[in-house]
């Protein structure tokens, strides 16, 4: 079984440019999450879609940040324009469906982000 | 609001010798408390979960018990060896308002065990 696919692995830019990053999760998978992961933190949650409707983006800085899962599947986290803050890896996760307490997320390898 | 507190790392061990990382927590209700890895180079997976008070998790030779009274959930392992070598990170889930499944993290702890 393909796990949860993210690209690009790396990027850099200069703040005030945009990046994006992309999420393929697990087949079958109807919640899908973006976390912000901060150099000696833990993953903080961005975005949760059910499908492709937002469930909680309470903590998506929705001046810079959007993201969308249009059709359901992929999605895409977009940042624009970037602050230094925002240096960090974006992990992507998805889940069977977003049921209380089934716990069991499955993680992509994570899009580091270094803004300059 | 709900949150996860863990030892700090790193953590350096010996091959064989005994884990543990500490892990509590504060929340309303009743979450379950989990226990994921992130091996270099990988993405996080789940190592364990306990979904109610006195509940043991338990995989790869690693356990953690959900302890309500104390509200804690440390992670042990009795033999720890160098592919254990790992950051360990402790969370547990938010239920929201329409029982979203969000997970809420500590902030690691790194494992290194040296042969």
């Known amino acids: 079984e393909a796990g949860v696919a993210q690209s690009p692995r790396y990027k850099i830019i200069e703040k005030r440019q945009s990046v994006a990053f992309w999420c393929n999760p697990i087949?079958?998978?109807?919640?899908l999450y973006w976390y912000q992961q901060i150099l000696g933190q833990g993953p903080k949650l961005l975005i949760q879609f059910q499908n492709n409707g937002v469930v909680d983006d309470s903590q998506l800085p929705k001046d810079r940040f959007s993201a969308e899962r249009l059709k359901g599947v992929d999605s895409t986290l977009k940042i624009q324009p970037a602050k230094l803050e925002d240096s960090a890896v974006y992990l992507c996760a998805s889940s069977w469906r977003g049921n209380a307490n089934t716990g069991e997320l499955f993680f992509g390898e994570g899009s580091r982000l270094t803004v300059l | 609001g709900n949150s996860v507190t863990q030892m700090e790392g790193p953590v350096t061990l010996s091959e064989e010798a005994f884990l543990t990382i500490n892990c509590t927590y504060t929340?309303?209700?009743?979450?379950?408390l989990f226990w994921y890895v992130q091996y270099p180079g990988e993405g996080l997976q789940l190592l364990l979960k306990?979904?109610?008070?006195?509940d043991k998790g338990s995989n790869k030779g690693f356990e953690a018990t959900y302890r309500k009274e104390t509200t804690s959930f440390h992670l042990e392992k009795g033999s720890v060896q160098v592919s254990d070598s790992a950051v360990y990170f402790c969370?547990?889930?938010?239920?929201?308002?329409?029982?979203?499944?969000?997970?809420?993290f500590g902030t690691g702890t790194l494992l290194a065990v040296q042969p």
């Open positions: 087949s079958g998978h109807a919640t």
């Open positions: 969370a547990l889930s938010d239920v929201g308002g329409g029982a979203t499944n969000k997970l809420i």
């Open positions: 306990a979904t109610k008070a006195d």
């Open positions: 929340a309303t209700g009743y979450p379950s």
